[in-house]
């Protein structure tokens, strides 16, 4: 198997994933798709859905162009694992902010 096709297969599951997590919570509010988190701490939770949702959409949509553009040998594999790496890591960071920022003020 070519590797530049193996790139491509690879970025085009874990970005379809990330695009199908990113609809749910965008537009369709399924919260539950997210492990770990006290929804009862979240003062508003569809701006917390489209907040983090948004971020799975586009890291989906960048890990899919990324895998395009290295199979199409526009990209070398240093440059294509660094941006590969930081937007699977990207909506990890989002979640952690929309948290702070849209939790609960205790009062």
Known sequence: MDTGF???????LSGLIYLI???LLTF???ADVLNGI???KIADLPAFCKYVGN???LSG???ILVGVLAYL???NLMLYMAIFILFS????VNVVKAMRKFQKSAS
Do not use: E, N, R, W
Not at 6 to 12: A, G
Not at 89 to 92: H, K, Q, R, V
């Open 6 to 12: 193996l790139i491509l297969l690879i970025s085009c």
């Open 38 to 40: 006290d929804f009862s």
């Open 21 to 23: 997590i990113g609809y």
């Open 61 to 63: 949509t960048v890990q």
């Open 89 to 92: 890591t990207l909506p990890i």
């Open 73 to 75: 040998a526009y990209l």
């Open 28 to 30: 369709k509010q399924k």
């Open 55 to 57: 971020s799975f959409l």
